[in-house]
């Protein structure tokens, strides 16, 4: 069974920056990995995602060129640099693995086979 742990949130300043890490057990070097995003009252979103190598990734516009997303499969954990933060991106945010980049991307309920429990990023003004 595999577990995703996520760790690295925390409260920052407008243009800071912050690194989350998902600690993943049971075997997730064959999965696509993604992060997501979910703030009160609204569906959770897609933030980035890295196919199984680590050769292949995907944003959504909103993060494209401030996030990165990388993972270190001997160590089994995933990582989501986040730069230039800003208030809009506070949110609880959520490691996950499943079968592609792209069904992450649009959230396919097919393509996402477990989810951590998530970890609050919080982004003052």
């Known amino acids: 069974q595999v577990q995703l742990v996520e760790s690295g949130g925390g409260l920052v300043q407008a243009g800071g920056s912050l690194r989350l890490s998902c600690a993943a057990s049971g075997g997730t070097s064959s999965y696509a990995m993604g992060w997501f995003r979910q703030t009160p009252g609204k569906e959770r979103e897609f933030v980035a995602a890295v196919n199984w190598s680590g050769g292949s990734t995907y944003y959504a516009d909103s993060v494209k060129g401030r996030f990165t997303i990388s993972r270190d499969n001997a160590k089994n954990t995933v990582y989501l640099q986040m730069n230039s933060l800003k208030p809009e991106d506070t949110a609880v945010y959520y490691c996950?693995?499943?079968?592609?980049?792209?069904?992450?991307?649009?959230?396919?309920?097919?393509?996402?086979?477990?989810w951590g429990k998530g970890t609050l990023v919080t982004v003052s003004s």
């Open positions: 996950a693995a499943g079968y592609t980049v792209q069904a992450m991307g649009v959230m396919d309920p097919y393509g996402i086979y477990y």
